[in-house]
């Protein structure tokens, strides 16, 4: 969610701070902000909005120094104003912090018991008062460090200076995640919340582990743990860049990830299926996936219904029983789950805490741990017994698309393998699936060919206030995509329903003025979807019929709007079927003229409950 950097440099680090928080943009955020020491005295310039607004001040008063910290701020505790906004500062201390104090009402009574005086609505204003209570006790900001984290509880991660500490930057990492980066032997250090922040300045990082703390000083970095005691953590070479997080020649980040989406699954495909052979490998697996009673998949917003999708596949392919859960609701109805299961964990950071929390909770329950990730580095891979990469490379815009599709094309390759473990489908079988998911980067090209054609139909469902989505089987899942979409970057108000459902109540919804976008595969369920359609438009619905070229002639007199996709074996129909649903989102989104990459109230990587 909230973005970190923090430099120990050798010149001015104000502009080079607002160059990492630019990078930091896509996770979300409602006003942003830099602190740095000048003539050893702590120093501040803060914006409610966009990053804009806080560069326009640093340009009306600049900020020197040549150690700074700076943040991108997405509200929790207090409404999102520039009093609020990080980093927050005593005179003798500034911090940036990601996630949730939990217990800072008790220590706010606390401290205010001792004469510290709040001037915010935040939780994040007791760390700084905590440290310089420490600090006014006599401690040095090591140590004082050290006691205020053993009273704070909650996920966090943060990053502090210190006045008259030209020398001298402390980071601590309790659930949410936070990097330290190696200058090019110059003796400059790097404090970020991830990768994309740094990738101008360093390759060099060192993720920090759960409970850390790290001492940064310029070309020294002293970790320790949770306990105090002093570690080594590995430093490891970052594959992200600067050009990698660029727009190139879109307007949009978010149209430059759909359009890179051929190449990526062709990416992903390539690390799960032999060339030569079609046959599907997965790396070395820490348990049988024949011996499974029981799949648990475990995720958050696009991810679950990634995860939904593969439900549908693992249990008519693989024949395999799987529970689905939304991360936020799952440890917390404490289900039972049998001995020598697999919770599949889905997300595209590797740092959604929701995940993370529900994952220890699957642990706990002696469960096998796999995950599908985007992020090889991220705490949820550290922490799984085995990994499923999405070669997505990074993505930017907050609504998922290449990350959604190479999900749903590993967890593709996953069910055929557990089928094939499992005993329950031929070689013909697998062959025939595998031929199909090899195709699919060439039709997903044939799919974007119709982006100007979906650019016209967003006019219409533009002027909705309300739309509905309808799919079976696995256009289903498809359909609370596209509704998800809709509705989080154009903000109109749009349902996903399986089309079965709608008679049951939605049907009551339907008049002339919501438009409907059916999807609908010519598969076995195409007759099934074909009369909901019916019973839709027979009510005054405006039916957009996304289907092939067969399914556009048996159904397109019928409704008001038509896309004809490629024809393709109905395996893979839900990957090609999502990129639509991708575009007519985003030219609904551009014409209603809202924030497409950084969409209002959301977060790219949520990292907090």
């Not at 930057?169 to 970020?192: F, H, K």
């Not at 008519?316 to 404490?334: G, K």
């Not at 025939?432 to 699919?440: C, D, F, G, I, Q």
Request: charged share 20%; hydrophobic share 40%.
């Amino acid at each position: 969610m909230c973005g970190i950097i923090g430099i120990i440099g050798k010149n001015e680090v104000a502009p080079l701070l607002i160059e990492g928080l630019r990078r930091l943009e896509y996770r979300g955020y409602d006003s942003a902000g830099v602190a740095t020491l000048v003539n050893g005295r702590i120093d501040r310039r803060r914006a409610e909005g966009k990053l804009v607004n806080l560069d326009r001040r640093v340009q009306e008063q600049p900020l020197s120094g040549t150690i700074g910290i700076g943040h991108t701020r997405w509200a929790t505790h207090g409404g999102p104003t520039e009093t609020n906004a990080h980093p927050h500062a005593t005179r003798k201390v500034a911090v940036v912090h990601n996630g949730i104090i939990e217990n800072y009402q008790d220590l706010k009574a606390e401290l205010e018991g001792h004469d510290h005086l709040f001037e915010t609505e935040t939780d994040t204003e007791v760390i700084v008062h905590l440290v310089t209570y420490y600090l006014d006790r006599g401690l040095g900001p090591v140590e004082a460090t050290a006691e205020a984290l053993k009273r704070l509880e909650g996920a966090f991660s943060l990053a502090l200076i210190f006045a008259g500490e030209h020398d001298l930057m402390i980071g601590a990492r309790r659930g949410t995640p936070l990097a330290v980066g190696y200058g090019n032997g110059n003796g400059e250090m790097y404090l970020a919340s991830d990768a994309f922040a740094l990738a101008p300045l360093t390759n060099r990082l060192t993720y920090l582990e759960d409970g850390d703390w790290v001492v940064l000083n310029q070309g020294n970095v002293v970790v320790r743990n949770a306990t105090g005691e002093q570690v080594e953590r590995p430093i490891k070479l970052s594959a992200v860049s600067g050009a990698m997080i660029g727009k190139g020649e879109h307007r949009h980040f978010m149209l430059k990830e759909i359009y890179e989406q051929p190449q990526v699954i062709g990416d992903t495909l390539n690390a799960f299926v032999q060339a030569t052979t079609g046959h599907i490998t997965l790396p070395d697996l820490p348990f049988d996936l024949a011996a499974i009673p029981r799949v648990t998949v475990v995720a958050c917003g696009t991810a679950f219904y990634a995860g939904m999708v593969a439900k549908y596949w693992l249990e008519q392919i693989a024949r395999v029983p799987v529970e689905l859960d939304i991360a936020s609701e799952f440890r917390y109805r404490e289900a039972p789950m049998p001995e020598g299961g697999l919770a599949l964990f889905i997300s595209q950071s590797g740092e959604t805490l929701d995940t993370l929390e529900a994952l220890r909770y699957a642990k706990r329950q002696k469960q096998h741990i796999l995950s599908v990730i985007n992020v090889a580095e991220s705490t949820i891979s550290r922490e799984s017994d085995a990994v499923l990469s999405t070669l997505a490379g990074p993505e930017i815009g907050v609504a998922s698309t290449k990350a959604f599709t190479t999900q749903l094309t590993v967890l593709a390759c996953f069910a055929i393998a557990v089928a094939r473990a499992r005993g329950t489908i031929t070689r013909e079988q697998e062959a025939e699936m595998s031929t199909a998911l090899r195709e699919v980067p060439a039709r997903a090209v044939d799919v974007l060919n119709h982006d100007e054609r979906l650019r016209q139909l967003a006019h219409d469902v533009s002027e909705a206030r309300d739309a509905l989505y309808l799919g079976r089987g696995t256009s289903y899942p498809i359909a609370l995509e596209g509704a998800l979409k809709l509705k989080e970057i154009s903000y109109i108000h749009a349902e996903g329903y399986a089309a079965g459902e709608m008679k049951h109540g939605p049907i009551a919804l339907i008049d002339e003025n919501v438009p409907i976008i059916a999807l609908a595969p010519n598969d076995v369920l195409f007759e099934k979807t074909a009369s909901n359609i019916m019973e839709a438009a027979a009510r005054g619905g405006k039916v957009l019929l996304l289907s092939d070229a067969k399914g556009v002639e048996r159904m397109g007199s019928k409704v008001t709007w038509t896309v004809t996709l490629p024809e393709v074996h109905a395996f893979v129909a839900p990957i090609l079927y999502a990129i639509p649903m991708q575009l007519l989102a985003y030219h609904t989104a551009v014409i209603k003229g809202t924030d497409v990459d950084q969409p209002r109230n959301l977060a790219k990587s949520v990292t907090v409950e």
